[in-house]
């Protein structure tokens, strides 16, 4: 039993993560000074190791959350570009139409940019109220307000349509400011009785009609009419003062219960062929079929009549409910989006990154520190890439991820008198960075999410980890002394309950602190220009902070907390900005870039 405690406890001695190296530092052949002293050595080998509990749990939710979206929602068809797809369907006047639409591929073998929309992706339309998109919208809504009901003459069906869409050698268009010329012979629909006067939907008998039909508005109505519903013939919600349904068909709302009985005009009694189908990311309505709306993959309302009567983006968005109506307030996408991936390729890469870097990471600055800094990089990075691209759906904790390459940085910063060859180290490191912020440059991966995260990472990295010391780089040749060498915390190198206390302790000698403004004016008042008025003000804060690690703190705190207010008061108080370039640090126009996100376009042209 001993020589066995004995093997694990060598194995474990084995495996320990070294100190400013790590699993990263190992792959790229990194190692200690030959020149350390014993007692250095010492202290780097008392350090023990943290148990990763958030990389455990984090990593099996993104596995559990994978395997349910292409469980739910299955793959979506695969390659790198737009997918034509192309079928024969039922269209409005019951013929049958080829139709054709083009749905962006998805190369991480996953589920549908719909369906990840509804896992919980970044996507700004469910977040705010994006202006250029409701300014679609509303424009949707007002040619709407022109439209009429469009009545097959064999009477199998009708639609609500615009007068130009309706044919005419098959089919009349309904329009009450606009009577047909057969309709002169007709009961005028135009005069019929006031909504006001609700006898006859309170159940009065079809042969009293004649004495109310001489009722008539006062301002007839122009808007309307529209297939299926009418203000004169709806029992819930009743059209009575004070609560008249409006002249305008836009604002009507959904008819729950048609009064029955005889005599009712033929736009309510006809078969309605087309109801409204949300067929876009966007929130693009249409008047279709159900056949219609299935084979794009649309969301279908078959109690509305119209497309002003539903809001298409609670079905894009999914998810929880809007708070208030209409308005996308969904601001829980920054969260819930780390956990969702865009297929099995996404998933795998991202286990991979967190199990070599991220829990090798863990083991030194524990559980709290790493939940801190992954939300922190995630959040942030997720809120810039709502700003710049706001039409992208984008999922993923690459922006997470990229806030734990900057803090693999800081460390090594850190132990730089610890390290052999420390510069060429660093250089290793701002590679692999620039390499990803290099392959966010290629369509389907989110370049504005991975420059804020890492941006965020390394400003989250100097605020929450306590053993930096921030030493005087001019004695980085010299063999540390224990007192140089940053000894708190080692045991055990992840306990929160120390972080306050050390960022008020000194981890350097004096000589760590003998050079406060190294390479700025020593003394005297600035002379005038920006330069020197800012080299002033930063020699006053460095003298008024005897401990550098503070004064670190406190610039990385005003400078992180400065830049989260910037990007919520944009974000949040929607405000708009035109950046033609933005998309292009996305995508470049080398490749066939598609909707990156940046600019409103129609993905589906029907």
């Known amino acids: 039993m001993s020589k066995f405690t004995q093997h694990i406890k060598s194995r474990k001695e084995d495996q320990k993560r070294q100190r400013g190296i790590g699993r990263v530092g190992q792959w790229m052949g990194r190692s200690y000074k030959d020149n350390l002293s014993k007692e250095t050595r010492k202290m780097l080998a008392e350090g023990t190791d943290e148990r990763p509990w958030f990389t455990y ?32 369907v039922m269209d409005t006047t019951l013929s049958s139409r080829r139709v054709s639409y083009l749905e962006q591929a998805n190369p991480w073998i996953g589920p549908h940019y719909a369906d990840l929309i509804r896992l919980g992706a970044v996507y700004s339309p469910c977040m705010r109220r994006e202006f250029g998109l409701w ?133 309510v009694t006809c078969q309605v062929t087309g109801r409204p189908c949300c067929i876009q990311l966007q929130g693009l309505c249409r008047i279709a079929t159900k056949q219609y709306c299935d084979f794009v993959r649309g969301h279908w309302h078959e109690n509305a009549t119209l497309c002003s009567q539903v809001n298409c983006f609670s079905g894009v968005c999914g998810m929880v409910p809007f708070f208030f109506g209409d308005n996308p307030n969904q601001f829980y996408r920054l969260f819930t989006s780390l956990f969702v991936h865009a297929g099995v390729i996404h998933l795998a890469l991202s286990l991979l990154f967190q199990y070599y870097v991220m829990k090798d990471l863990e083991n030194l ?44 940085i800081v460390e090594c910063c850190d132990n730089r008198r610890i390290i052999k060859e420390f510069k060429w180290a660093l250089v290793q490191h701002l590679i692999v960075t620039l390499l990803v912020l290099c ?41 540390p002394s224990p007192n140089t060498v940053p000894n708190t915390p080692l045991m055990p190198r992840g306990s929160m309950s120390t972080m306050i206390n050390i960022a008020e302790t000194p981890t350097m000698t004096a000589q760590g602190y003998s050079q406060l403004a190294n390479g700025l004016p020593s003394s005297g008042e600035p002379d005038g220009t920006t330069v020197s008025t800012v080299r002033w003000i930063w020699r006053t804060l460095r003298e008024k902070f005897k401990n550098k690690r503070t004064f670190y703190v406190l610039i990385s705190t005003i400078v992180l907390s400065f830049l989260l207010f910037i990007l919520f008061v944009v974000f949040f108080g929607n405000v708009q900005f035109d950046c033609p370039w933005c998309i292009y640090f996305n995508c470049l126009p080398v490749f066939e870039c598609h909707n990156q996100g940046q600019k409103l376009k129609k993905w589906l042209p029907i």
């Open 439 to 479: 392959i966010g440059f290629i369509p389907w991966v989110d370049n504005w999410a991975h420059l804020f995260g890492t941006i965020f990472g390394l400003l989250t990295t100097i605020i929450i980890f306590p053993y930096l010391d921030f030493g005087d780089d001019n004695n980085n040749n010299r063999d």
């Open 135 to 267: 300014e679609a919208i509303e424009e949707g809504r007002r040619i709407e307000n022109r439209t009429g009901c469009c009545i097959a003459n064999d009477h199998s069906g009708c639609y609500q349509s615009s007068e130009s869409i309706c044919p005419r050698n098959v089919a009349r268009w309904l329009r009450w400011d606009k009577p047909p010329v057969a309709a002169s012979k007709k009961k005028n629909f135009l005069t019929h009785k006031s909504k006001s006067d609700s006898d006859l939907l309170h159940g009065l008998n079809m042969s009293d009609f004649s004495a109310l039909s001489t009722k008539t508005w006062t301002q007839p109505r122009k808007s309307g009419a529209v297939c299926g519903q009418d203000p004169s013939y709806c029992d819930l919600p009743l059209s009575v003062a004070p609560y008249e349904w409006p002249d305008d068909i836009t604002q009507w709302p959904i008819c729950r219960k048609k009064h029955e009985g005889a005599g009712l005009p033929e736009h």
């Open 365 to 408: 600055i524990a559980s709290k520190r790493m939940a801190i800094l992954y939300f922190a990089s995630g959040i942030g990075g997720n809120l810039a890439s709502a700003i710049f691209v706001p039409y992208n759906p984008a999922v993923g904790p690459s922006s997470a991820q990229c806030g734990i390459l900057a803090a693999v």
């Open 57 to 88: 749990w984090i990593t099996t939710i993104q596995i559990f959350v994978c395997l349910l979206s292409l469980l739910l929602y299955g793959f979506a068809p695969f390659g790198l570009g737009m997918e034509d797809i192309k079928g024969d």
